[in-house]
């Protein structure tokens, strides 16, 4: 069972994760685009922005239950792990809402 803070987009298309340039992370297998960008502004992550955008704002408001005039994602970058890897619990400054979305 998923916690409710876990949200699924019900339509999911591939995207193709070719033409961004990815840098191996330090003492990992992993590989970042990095943390200084945000790739929902490129076209093909358009239908994720929204999701993305949407997911947000219900958790704003139906979770942290926060007045805000608005939000926006500022940065939003692409890792690449090999199966079975993970990330260590860590905080991302300057961030009410942090998540990952991950394919099956």
């Not at 409710?4 to 033409?19: K, M, N, R, T």
């Not at 939003?76 to 991950?102: F, K, T």
């Amino acid at each position: 069972m998923q916690a409710p803070w876990c949200y699924q987009s019900p339509v999911h298309d591939d995207i193709a994760l070719d033409g961004p340039e990815f840098f191996r992370k330090p003492g990992s297998d992993a590989v970042s685009t990095g943390q200084d960008r945000n790739v929902l502004l490129e076209e093909r992550f358009k239908s994720s922005a929204v999701f993305l955008h949407n997911c947000e704002k219900d958790c704003l408001d139906n979770v942290y239950c926060r007045e805000y005039e608005r939000f926006e994602i500022i940065r939003a970058w692409l890792n690449r792990m090999p199966e079975g890897d993970h990330q260590r619990m860590h905080c991302h400054g300057n961030s009410i809402v942090s998540g990952v979305y991950g394919k099956p």
